[in-house]
């Protein structure tokens, strides 16, 4: 286990003993609940063997569906390399999730400073969190199931991938999913049963998060099941998450299957070039404990290293855009754009809302012993809450409801905000400064809520490149945020939506108020 789980377990269990005396014998219950589960993720294999049917690069969120799927034939011999180790149950803690960016399980990527976006950030830089895990981000991300639009997927297949139309994908979805939810918001017509995934709700609801709902309608936004093939309107967030706690893709598609023979994993190996022969993956190289292994793949090698360290790998390998690999004294096996048309989605994360009302979570629910005993004991609460994320909304700022249209803008509705959660100003990476002038409350208690806003088809586009033939250094990321206008017109666009949304007669209890103190680099605006 790692240290700072053992210093926070200690400290909590501290500081329970004196006010909850029981909760003792919960957080060694917590402890004991940790090294079963931890018995249940596939193990590190001690000796790999020199050659393998596939060879998987990345035990996250699509190396683990590989991994599944192509052990179920038995014929084939199956490795899993996987740069990170093991998850602990301390990470299923849903409303910890910001909290694990600041551990080894994020890969700790900053994007380059830029003239159009991250300015108010530690070195003009945005942190980019990535998961080093079994499970990888999806072990960090904050688990909202979100699909995505039927619209999209064809308009994908319409540009010549085939396979990804909506009705190709779809029964996919279908078949990996458990769907847990009830509720009358959801339409169980469009999900799966008894698949590997579980989908659900955090047990705990917040009042905030049922206004956000509420006002969606009364603006004339249905409440929807954005997971139905089509994302427009208010709704309660769908996660993946099962009795309270986080569902990682480790846990969902390795754990039932670690008995499997033909499947081994190699844990804490990072795989530092694909070994070609003329045009053809036969192997790897990967480092681990300091030491270089070589082993072959008969039939192929998939890259499912994430959106970062995919490109770097191919690129480190000899694949990618010739200029850019002789320039660092790379052979060239293949010329391709790789790194190019770089995609994230633009947002803008603070626009906060205060409230005269006790609703939001607030800084101390991390050592609240009562909160931590409803987690404990029960798995519910605020600590249920996905990274204090429970609504989320897709709207198109630019036409009124009710008309025809293709959202351009998703609205996360977050039960807090960095005002009464201070911690989450280092997850966004504010600068000193600006938290300092802007943000710091000074041991103030204020509860209040977050709408952060995504773009939803950025056109804005970035690269990533090499810095250098070391594998162990960081590639450049150059995000590209905001480097074409319209995705700035629709964040600007969405900040005055989400005073439409404040302006409801669902939020009128809480008296919401825009915290729009100045940021000084800002304020000529
Ligand atoms: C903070 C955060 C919040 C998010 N929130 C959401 C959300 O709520 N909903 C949602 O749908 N999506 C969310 N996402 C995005 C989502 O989690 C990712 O899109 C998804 O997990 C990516 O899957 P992947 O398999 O491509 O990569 P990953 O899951 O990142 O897996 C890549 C794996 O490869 C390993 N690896 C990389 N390089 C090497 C190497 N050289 N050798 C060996 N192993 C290597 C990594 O350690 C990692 O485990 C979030 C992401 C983050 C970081």
Redesign the pocket.
């Known amino acids: 286990m790692r240290w700072w789980v053992i210093s926070v377990l200690g400290v909590l269990t501290l500081a329970f003993a004196a006010e909850y005396p029981p909760l003792l014998a919960h957080v060694l219950s917590y402890l004991s609940q940790n090294m079963r589960y931890s018995s249940k993720e596939p193990p590190d294999t001690p000796k790999p063997k020199a050659e393998y049917d596939f060879i998987i ?8 569906v590989l991994a599944n799927r192509l052990t179920e034939i038995n014929d084939w011999n199956i490795l899993l ?4 180790g093991p998850e602990i149950m301390m990470m299923n803690i849903p409303m910890l ?2 909290m694990l ?1 600041f551990t080894s399980a ?2 700790r990527y900053y994007s380059e400073p830029s003239k159009h976006a991250c300015m108010g950030l530690k070195g003009g830089r945005c942190p ?11 072990v ?7 699909r995505g639009d039927a619209r999209d997927y064809d308009g994908w297949a319409a540009m010549g991938n085939k396979g990804w139309a909506w009705k190709d994908v779809y029964p996919y979805f279908l078949k990996s999913e458990d769907l847990l939810i009830k509720d009358n918001w959801v339409q169980p017509e469009k999900h799966g049963k008894g698949g590997y995934l579980s989908v659900g709700t955090a047990p705990y609801k917040s009042p905030l998060v049922h206004a956000f709902v509420k006002a969606g309608v009364e603006l004339g936004y249905k409440i929807s099941d954005y997971n139905s093939g089509d994302i427009s309107g208010f709704s309660f967030v769908q ?2 998450i099962k009795n309270g706690s986080r569902m990682s ?1 480790s846990q969902a598609f390795l754990h039932p299957i670690r008995k499997r023979k033909n499947l081994n994993v190699v844990k804490y ?4 070039k694909i070994i070609m022969e003329k045009d053809r993956a036969v192997g790897v190289e ?1 480092i681990k404990n300091n030491r270089r292994f070589t082993v072959r793949a008969s039939k192929e090698v998939i890259l ?7 490109p ?2 191919l690129m480190l390998s000899g694949i990618g855009p010739r200029d850019h690999l002789q320039s660092l004294g790379i052979k060239v096996v293949k010329d391709l754009p790789v790194g190019y048309n770089l995609m994230d989605h633009p947002v803008i994360g603070y626009v906060i809302y205060t409230v005269d009302k006790p609703v939001s979570a607030y800084e101390e629910i991390v050592t609240d012993a009562k909160v931590i005993d409803d987690y404990i004991h029960h798995r519910k609460g605020l600590l249920t809450i ?2 204090g ?1 429970e609504g989320v909304s897709f709207v198109d700022v630019f036409k009124p409801p009710g008309t025809k249209s293709f959202p351009n803008l998703e609205i996360q509705f977050c039960t807090s905000s960095p005002l009464s959660l201070p911690f989450v100003n280092a997850n966004f990476g504010i600068s000193d400064e600006i938290y300092n002038k802007v943000y710091n409350m000074n041991g103030k208690k204020v509860y209040s809520y977050l709408m952060f806003m995504t773009v939803m088809h950025p056109k804005s586009r970035g690269r990533i490149s090499l810095r250098s033939t070391d ?1 162990l250094a960081k590639p450049r990321i150059d995000i590209g945020f905001f480097n074409h206008p319209d995705d700035v017109k629709v964040l600007v666009k969405g900040v005055e939506f989400t005073k439409n949304i404040s302006n409801t007669r669902a939020f009128a209890e809480f008296n919401p108020k825009l915290y729009d103190k100045p940021i000084p680099q800002c304020a000529r605006h």
């Open positions: 690069v990345g035990a996250g969120s699509a190396g683990s390399i996987e740069a990170g999730a910001p960016q994020n890969w980019l969190p990535r998961g080093k895990v079994m499970g990888g981000s999806s960090l991300n904050f688990m909202v199931y979100a996660s993946t893709t190996a990072m795989v530092t990967y499912s290293a994430g959106a970062i360290n995919s770097q790998l996905t990274g994320l594998p």
